[in-house]
């Protein structure tokens, strides 16, 4: 089965990268050739002139056409060939593949399988990311591996305490019990460390924010949406002050910091990927220097997982037809893919599927 | 089928190039070892010595053969070992292939397939290269594409417009008529574009040569030969002044300027190819500074191509098994790959040919 | 049939280069990772965490144990995992493979094949790299060709007239006849060139070390020691002073210099190895100048083959199925070839391999 179901939205761009020029990027294998139309509106395209295949990211745009940079076809923003170079009848064939296209929560978002199907509402909750009550900023990387490599790592946070231990890993993030739970689209991993010392990274946050220092509760809620987005909800109040949930009611947070990690992973290929995230918080919010050293610092964290995520694909590639063992710490990342696999079955041809896999919990 | 004929000549090396000295160079797949003797003709063998197949050009060589850098075998320029280490017969088997050489308007060819069929009558036309009424340069470059995609390229004029938009680009090369004609191993390709504004090197070379500025009537005639040689006819004159031919007889260039650029494309894998170019003009022959600036100047503009073929290239290579749609324009590119193809089947044995393809006018 | 055996102790690494660190090396296809406890013993596991297969060089070393530097299993020295995060039990198939190890000679040797056969008595003689009587040094290269050419290049010292022409090739190493013979698990080689004018190399050796010039007896015997493992006797004494063997007796070497080149070449993966080498002297032992001086003069000379080796592999890779012709001087690289593959076919499944080699004198 293919690593990725198609009828699902995948971040292509951030919103500021795509303006009134030709932007071409890989989306789950497809070459797609982005720009901005005057009326604001973004069109994708698959990148490859109908006549030659060159990428039409090479050519030029115009009055919300692409000029082709071979032999001068032009394609209008729904892949219509609108001119041919010495002939006055166009071939009525002659057009290239447009995807759907919807902009929300600062990202461009693109529908690589079948347009019937693409249905706004069905794009991933991110909406931290603009939304006045948070502040924040984000980067995309590409990352050499595919794109689950990356949602297993989110799932379990145990791999701070080894990958991170300099700024957010500790000691109490491998040792917490956890609780995973899933719905049809949803898995959510819920971690709560009580009374324990905040890592640097918190204890820097809360004394900046509120003047506390000591002892604190820590959350991370881990948040997968199928197929590839994951917002996780982290943070820490002083211990003791209320912030964990009781008796099946929120807690109150109101004395601590929290923050969201913001992650959406678009397959590239299958062994790349662009993976797209972004640092909210609902403190300080106003404190620009603040945003730029978040900014650069997730970043420095982010840097020491895609170094352990390549080699992992490394390794993986060595030993074609591997199985892995899972562990306790495996069950957010087990649903991920089990979710991710029911998408895909779903389109997939009877007669291709493999066995069915049932959807109970663990 | 092979993307290549065996049984043809091919452009190894310009003849400047080919020295007193071991020189490697891949061609149609095979490498070959060439050298200049003391009686001045030139020698190719395969780059492979028989016994370890350490490539021979890594050797020495005297008295016009080679010593392997290896274990010392020795080979003459027709490729008998005339030499082993340490034993006094030789193994009758011991030789390396040697292939038929001929130089020609400064070219260095050479026959890869079967060496009785290696008639010099066959080598294509480029005596522009060194006629005294012309004068002119050229160079060497290896495009990592198919050669054939090179000859597309050529065949059809109307990228100028837009991949050398700069130079001789304009919009009457991609909307004036053409005329596409075939014999059993040529095709031609003219086109007459008459009363226009010169582009901007085309109205240089003019005033230059003539003081004259104005309209022109400007020519292409592409020539095609059988496997990768074109030959193409430029130039412009003054509108008017009776350059087109009329009424079946040719016309007069005299008040105008004329150039010819030479092209032979070898391939050296079924994916990269080495592509002599060469400016020749009829105009102020003795300025040598004139020379030099057409020979940097149609470098850049080949550079210009070298960037789409090589895009064009990888796409191909991520789509394979996909067939081209053509158009009007391709009617030259396309009968030059018919009679590629009809040179490739009658080197194929019968039964692994695909269907003939008729050889008519399109 | 592999191009190596598995039963067999293969060279890691020079003693010094394991330390109290993680050391990560492939050893024919396997990656191990080594250290050394504090006892002093060397580690070798398997370079894969038993979980999610991160490399357990990326992890850390504490108290003679690993732990992965992805989610925090830990492994002793023996494969054990001994704790994993989040969970009390430990899946009992939790572990990683450990490979024997002994010291010798100063180097680390590992047995790749069933542990159960790991016979230390195995391991091939070096013993000038740590003989008091000798002195002298090495240095590990990786070379990017199949092991078995280093193993031709060394058995056969007729190249060093083509290669090392500058420093200890001659035309009379290429001219005087040898003998080859050969027991079960060695192949020897043995030349002697007498009253011969000595190459650069040997001149100044002999001169430094005891002050003659003029004429020598030169000799060349090479033992090679299955699967990869080849020591060279080397030296020149004054021409007529009894160093060649008479009547079966050995001569008297007394008044010339020895050297031992050491090699034993280890796959790393079926196209490339680490050869490690070295050169052990009988003269001059406290002279640590002599000692610089002689490791970077040879590696100069190491580099040489280097070059020939990888194109050599090269023309190998574009020729697939070539079968190679033999010349007298390959006798020895015959025998060396052939006790390897008859290791080779002892690991083999009987259905698996191809017709028997016997084994008898060429």
């Known amino acids: 089965m293919k690593p990725f179901p198609l009828n699902a939205w995948y971040a292509a761009a951030y919103d500021v990268e795509v303006k009134a020029a030709l932007l071409g990027r890989t989306i789950c294998g497809q070459k797609i050739v982005m720009f901005r139309r005057k009326d604001a509106s973004v069109a994708a395209l698959e990148d490859a002139c109908w006549h030659r295949l060159l990428p039409l990211s090479k050519g030029r745009l115009r009055d919300d056409q692409i000029t082709c940079g071979y032999h001068g076809l032009v394609f209008d923003g729904e892949g219509r060939c609108t001119h041919m170079p010495s002939q006055e009848t166009l071939n009525p064939s002659a057009c290239v593949r447009a995807f759907p296209v919807v902009e929300k929560h600062r990202f461009v978002w693109v529908w690589p399988g079948d347009p019937a199907l693409a249905d706004p509402a069905k794009i991933p ?56 739970t899933h719905g049809n689209r949803t898995a959510t991993v ?36 199928a197929p590839c987005t994951i917002a996780i909800d982290v ?16 807690g109150d947070r109101s004395k601590g910091v929290n923050g969201f990690v913001l992650n959406t ?24 220097r603040l945003t ?58 009877a007669h291709e599927r493999p066995g069915a896999i049932p959807l109970r919990a663990a």
């Open 125 to 180: 909750d991110l909406h931290w990311n603009d939304d006045p009550a948070w502040a924040g900023d984000g980067k995309l990387i590409t990352v050499k591996c595919d794109y689950r490599l990356v949602l297993d790592n989110l799932m379990d946070l145990t791999h701070e305490t080894y990958v991170h231990g300099s700024s957010i890993g500790q000691l109490a993030v491998a040792e917490a019990p956890f609780v995973a």
């Open 190 to 225: 819920t971690r709560w460390m009580e009374d324990i010392d905040p890592p640097p990274f918190w204890a820097g946050q809360l004394k900046h924010a509120t003047g506390y220092e000591g002892r604190v509760d820590r959350w991370q809620i881990i948040r997968f949406e």
């Open 235 to 250: 943070g820490v109040a002083p211990a003791g002050s209320g912030a964990p949930p009781k008796d099946g009611r929120p």
């Open 265 to 288: 992973i678009t397959p590239e290929t299958n062994k790349t990927c662009h993976y797209f995230w972004a640092f909210a918080r609902n403190y300080c919010l106003g404190e620009q």
């Open 292 to 349: 730029h050293e978040l900014r650069e610092g997730v970043s420095s964290i982010f840097r020491e997982d895609e170094l352990i995520l390549e080699a992992q694909q490394q390794a993986i590639d060595e030993r074609p037809g591997y199985s892995f063992y899972n562990l306790n710490i495996d069950a957010g990342s087990m649903w991920a893919r089990r979710l991710i696999d029911n998408m895909v079955r779903a389109e997939t041809p």
